[in-house]
């Protein structure tokens, strides 16, 4: 076991990156096809999330880099790209959009998308905001009227 230094949760000794304010322990590489790696958000048992920033445009997007352990073939790449494209018909204000699964020369699949700068779960259940009623409503509210607009429109 170790101890997260930023929000002092007890983690396992493997896990890379803390799951309740994304401290990263280490980064095993820096980067991928021509993006850079800035931040380790999010490492889990089948891919990492990562903040990246393109170096040519220098745009800001998440990319989601699958593991081994995910046994990507391309049936299941074929799949996630349709997925993908059925994501891209609906309104970009009602989900991240996801632009692109693509395989760098090293054979590692990830899965390119927009970059949304917002606050992380972990980082709100840690800071209190969460035990503020008013804060409550307002995310509820957030989330019914995106779950209402994806209704009206069939989803």
């Not at 352990?69 to 018909?89: G, M």
């Not at 699949?109 to 503020?132: F, M």
Request: glycine share 6%.
């Amino acid at each position: 076991m170790k101890t997260c230094p930023q929000c002092h949760q007890r983690l396992g000794a493997q896990v890379a990156a803390c799951p309740s304010c994304g401290y990263a322990f280490h980064l095993s590489f820096e980067t991928i096809d021509g993006y850079r790696i800035e931040k380790l958000l999010y490492d889990g048992y089948a891919s990492v999330l990562c903040k990246a920033v393109h170096e040519q445009s220098g745009g800001r997007f998440t990319l989601r880099i699958y593991k081994p352990e995910a046994r990507l073939n391309q049936d299941v790449v074929e799949r996630l790209k349709s997925e993908i494209d059925r994501l891209q018909q609906l309104q970009d204000d009602c989900f991240v959009s996801h632009l692109s699964i693509n395989q760098a020369e090293d054979g590692t699949w990830y899965r390119v998308s927009e970059w949304i700068e917002a606050e992380n779960w972990g980082n709100l259940l840690t800071s209190g905001r969460l035990d503020n009623l008013a804060a409550l409503v307002d995310i509820f509210t957030q989330i019914t009227r995106i779950v209402e607009k994806l209704h009206r429109l069939g989803h």
